[in-house]
């Protein structure tokens, strides 16, 4: 009679290895149900009871057949299992079954949740309260899982050789059937692991760069599939692989993360998955060499087996999981396997996805740093262009003052006076355009009537309107339409507008400027009835020095800033502009700017 028979050692471990977290659901707890009381009407006695071992250590009772009363009592009742290991150490191995007789136990012993209320018979096999008999049930890998458990013969004595044989049967045929439904809600516990993990890994695609996403895949990998830490790679070329280790993870010598690579992308090629470690010498596809030199690094690191997981989507292999368990941890599953190999699709997607953010991330970069760049050129040429034109213009201004120049001079200069005022006006928009474009150039923002600032932009306006005969009106609903703007620079998104208007209209058109509050929002409007705008050309209207394709208006002069400027200012407001014209019919351009 040996206590070896019990390996303590295999108790399951706390790291909930076993996946019991929620053994025995309702389906499960039925089935061992059934199996306690089968155990009661062919062993021979009135109570059987089935517990099971959890990852704290504690053996669990989930099934009581018996009077009720006993039922109630016994039923989750909680016990340590090296408590049980200790108490059967003292009795006699009867096969598959232990019997401790009650005088092998010291005294009161521990309290197992319940002792019958019954007196012994007097007779010299009499079955005692306090004794105990216990089949305990292991698993194929010789891991106790749980015990069997019976009390109250029902003829009042210990069991005879004769009994004994029908409980060793009956002992042995629970057993098979307890592990069956244990290993049942344990794939069960491991495929709902991994669903998990899956669903984890599916959440994560939107994340903006691959590191974010190996970083919140990770912990969900690594408890998802119950190892104790992971390696990912993702190939990116042409630059080196992108990689992520659960912390304390070792890095690998570059010739077996190299051989792990090849590996993955054979196994994508044939969809499956590899193991190595314990049992399995070697990993599909690794020659004798390195496949030795995994299993010495995998026994320098505390890693007893690993499982390669395929990244990849189609016919590409992105990358690979390598998945890592400790001495003691239970193999991977099939279950698991087929979870895993799902999840190097979810990974696949998950990682071109990040991987076009972080083109398009790049991308947009390079675009705004060029941005930066241009502006700060147009800035720096506008600069160097204002002084020397202010003094060109002010020498034709002196040389128009002198008296007596010959006519060809004079229109000469008149020629050059008008280039260089319109000179001015390209470098003047130029410096305004730099301006409002720069998100350093801070802004004066203060409450602000509109009303106010778009009856002063018509004044303005009012001796080129009555020029052209254009007839200007503004209107309002009478409510305030207050928003906080920065005066100057809304003040030329209004004259901007309005200028355009009056320029593109014919002689006798109105422009109406409207005004009105809605909901949070002014919307101001400036309509025409002028040449209008092809949709073609209102695609690009907010392009810088885009002019019109219209012939009407390329012959008006026009540098083809000004719209950009209003479309920046209105930006910088935290506003929008849209237009809406007909060709031929007039143009409307809605400004809307928050409500202040
Ligand atoms: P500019 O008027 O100096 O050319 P803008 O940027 O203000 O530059 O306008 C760009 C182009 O949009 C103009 O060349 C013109 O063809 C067209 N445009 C702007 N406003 C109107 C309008 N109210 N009616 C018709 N065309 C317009």
């Given at each position: 009679m040996s206590v070896d028979a019990i390996p303590p050692a295999r108790l399951p471990d706390d790291r909930g290895a076993h996946g019991w977290a929620s053994v025995a659901g309702a389906a499960n707890r039925e089935t061992l149900q059934l199996l306690a009381e089968t155990v009661t009407d062919l062993a021979g006695f009135r109570v059987a009871a089935i517990s099971v071992a959890r990852d704290d250590g504690l053996l669990e009772v989930v099934a009581v057949s018996g009077p009720p009363e006993v039922r109630r009592q016994l039923e989750g009742n909680r016990t340590p299992l090296p408590?049980?290991?200790?108490?059967?150490?003292?009795?006699?191995?009867?096969?598959?079954?232990?019997?401790?007789?009650?005088?092998?136990?010291?005294?009161?012993?521990?309290?197992?949740g319940w002792v019958a209320d019954v007196a012994p018979l007097d007779v010299p096999d009499a079955w005692h309260p306090l004794d105990v008999l216990v089949a305990p049930l292991h698993d194929d890998a010789g891991t106790l899982r749980g015990v069997l458990s019976l009390d109250l013969p029902v003829s009042g004595r210990r069991p005879a050789p004769e009994q004994r044989r029908a409980l060793e049967r009956c002992a042995s045929q629970v057993a098979r059937g307890v592990i069956a439904e244990l290993v049942r809600e344990e794939l069960a516990g491991q495929m709902r692991l991994a669903e998990a993990a899956r669903t984890v890994v599916r959440s994560v695609t939107g994340e903006p760069s691959l590191e974010r996403v190996l970083a919140l895949a990770e912990p969900a990998l690594t408890e998802g599939f119950q190892a104790a830490g992971l390696v990912v790679?993702?190939?990116?070329?042409?630059?080196?692989?992108?990689?992520?280790?659960?912390?304390?993870?070792?890095?690998?010598?570059?010739?077996?993360?190299?051989?792990?690579?090849?590996?993955?992308?054979?196994?994508?090629?044939?969809?499956?998955?590899?193991?190595?470690?314990?049992?399995?010498?070697?990993?599909?596809?690794?020659?004798?060499?390195?496949?030795?030199?995994?299993?010495?690094?995998?026994?320098?690191?505390?890693?007893a087996s690993i499982l390669v997981v395929p990244i990849g989507v189609a016919d590409q292999c992105l990358g690979c999981v390598v998945l890592g368990r400790r001495e003691g941890d239970h193999d991977w599953s099939d279950v698991e396997a087929a979870g895993a190999l799902a999840v190097g699709h979810d990974l696949g997607s998950v990682v071109l996805n990040a991987r076009a953010l972080e083109r398009e991330r790049r991308?947009?970069?390079?675009?705004?740093?060029?941005?930066?760049?241009?502006?700060?050129?147009?800035?720096?040429?506008?600069?160097?262009?204002?002084?020397?034109?202010?003094?060109?213009?002010?020498?034709?201004?002196?040389?128009?003052?002198?008296?007596?120049?010959?006519?060809?001079?004079?229109?000469?200069?008149?020629?050059?006076?008008?280039?260089?005022?319109?000179?001015?006006?390209?470098?003047?928009?130029?410096?305004?355009?730099s301006r409002v474009t720069d998100p350093d150039t801070p802004l004066a923002l203060r409450p602000t009537d509109l009303r106010v600032l778009v009856d002063e932009a018509v004044d303005l306006h009012a001796v080129t309107a009555a020029r052209s005969g254009v007839n200007v009106e503004v209107v309002d609903d009478g409510r305030s339409v207050r928003a906080v703007v920065d005066v100057d620079e809304m003040d030329r998104v209004v004259?901007?507008?309005?200028?355009?208007?009056?320029?593109?209209?014919?002689?006798?058109?109105?422009?109406?400027?409207?005004?009105?509050?809605?909901?949070?929002e002014i919307e101001l409007c400036v309509t025409d009835e002028g040449i209008g705008i092809s949709a073609e050309d209102q695609e690009r209207l907010f392009e810088e020095f885009y002019r019109s394709t219209n012939p009407i208006a390329l012959a008006l002069p026009g540098t083809g800033l000004g719209l950009p400027i209003v479309r920046r200012i209105v930006d910088r407001h935290g506003g929008r502009i849209e237009v809406d014209s007909e060709l031929g019919r007039g143009s409307t351009f809605r400004v809307v700017l928050p409500a202040g």
């Open positions: 408590w049980l290991v200790e108490e059967l150490a003292k009795g006699e191995d009867w096969g598959p079954v232990r019997f401790v007789p009650h005088e092998r136990r010291d005294g009161g012993t521990r309290d197992w790679w993702i190939h990116d070329a042409p630059g080196p692989d992108r990689v992520h280790r659960t912390p304390g993870v070792p890095t690998e010598p570059p010739h077996l993360a190299a051989a792990l690579r090849r590996v993955a992308r054979d196994l994508w090629r044939e969809q499956r998955l590899s193991f190595a470690g314990r049992g399995q010498r070697n990993l599909a596809r690794l020659d004798d060499v390195e496949a030795g030199a995994l299993l010495e690094h995998l026994t320098e690191i505390g890693v991308t947009n970069e390079e675009l705004r740093e060029l941005d930066r760049y241009r502006t700060r050129l147009i800035a720096t040429v506008s600069h160097e262009l204002k002084n020397p034109l202010t003094s060109v213009l002010g020498h034709l201004e002196i040389l128009d003052s002198v008296d007596g120049l010959p006519r060809p001079v004079e229109r000469s200069l008149g020629a050059m006076e008008r280039g260089a005022r319109r000179m001015r006006r390209v470098v003047d928009d130029l410096l305004l355009l004259s901007n507008l309005l200028g355009n208007a009056v320029k593109y209209s014919p002689e006798g058109g109105t422009v109406r400027l409207s005004l009105r509050r809605v909901g949070g």
